[in-house]
């Protein structure tokens, strides 16, 4: 398909399987209606030509890799999503915005899930969000503020590795503790709170960071467990 310019899929087609695209560098234009209910393993991967796609009021959900390395320049999620899966979106270096309603039925941003998209700027996620993993947002080299759920717990592993130009991260008061190499790298961090109940923080979390940009509240030190060496100075 590699000179497939443009798609519109038939009304009635509830899944686009596994692969059905991949490799397709020439698409440009794709058309799903809103009978579309799942996207499937890397259906769109490495589609690096196809700059845009609206996501129909029926997807429910994206499965891993649906869009890796794909030309995204923008997603806006439907509000009837459920699921994402893991590195979904990994990969697209020219994805600048990213829409997550905040009515959305999904509650987990998954592993990888935008793992090397320099081009985003800024994210906003809703709170309707529970659980942020790993590696999430690895590797988004321009991303410079983000707030996260008021409601989220930890800071996982990596999530923040490599984002060189990240200055704020907003609504961690409720984290009780940050993961391995969770801010590793962050140089342009401004301001970096630790909440009063973090109770641990681990190796290489913060290594990297500005560490007068660090503010740990005042507690009792046995109650916080810092296995990170960076932060011996405290």
């Known amino acids: 398909c590699k000179s497939l310019v443009s798609i519109e899929v038939p009304n009635g087609v509830t899944t686009i399987p596994t692969y059905c695209f991949y490799g397709c560098t020439s698409i440009r234009y794709i058309f799903l209606p809103n009978t579309i209910e799942s996207i499937s393993n890397e259906a769109f991967g490495g589609c690096v030509s196809l ?21 995204l320049t923008e997603v806006r999620f439907p509000e009837n999503i459920e699921s994402i899966g893991y590195s979904a979106f990994k990969g697209c270096s020219k994805l600048r915005f990213v829409d997550i309603p905040s009515n959305t039925k999904l509650r987990k941003i998954e592993k990888f899930l935008f793992e090397g998209c320099e081009s985003i700027e800024e994210l906003n996620i809703p709170n309707c969000i529970e659980n942020i993993e790993d590696w999430a947002f690895h590797n988004c080299k321009k991303l410079k503020q983000i707030t996260l759920p008021s409601q989220l717990g930890k800071v996982e592993n990596g999530l923040f590795s490599g984002c ?71």
Do not use: W
Request: hydrophobic share 40%; charged share 20%; aromatic share 8%.
């Open 51 to 71: 700059s845009s796609i609206a996501l129909p009021s029926s997807l429910q959900k994206i499965s891993c890799g649906a869009f890796y390395g794909s030309g």
């Open 164 to 234: 060189i130009n990240l200055e704020y991260v907003r609504h961690i008061d409720r984290i009780v503790s940050i993961g391995q190499e969770a801010f590793f790298g962050c140089i342009s961090l401004k301001q970096l709170t630790i909440p009063i109940g973090v109770t641990q923080i681990e190796h290489n979390s913060l290594c990297g960071v500005n560490i007068n940009v660090i503010d740990i509240k005042e507690r009792k030190m046995n109650a916080l467990e810092i296995r990170d060496k960076y932060l011996n100075f405290f």
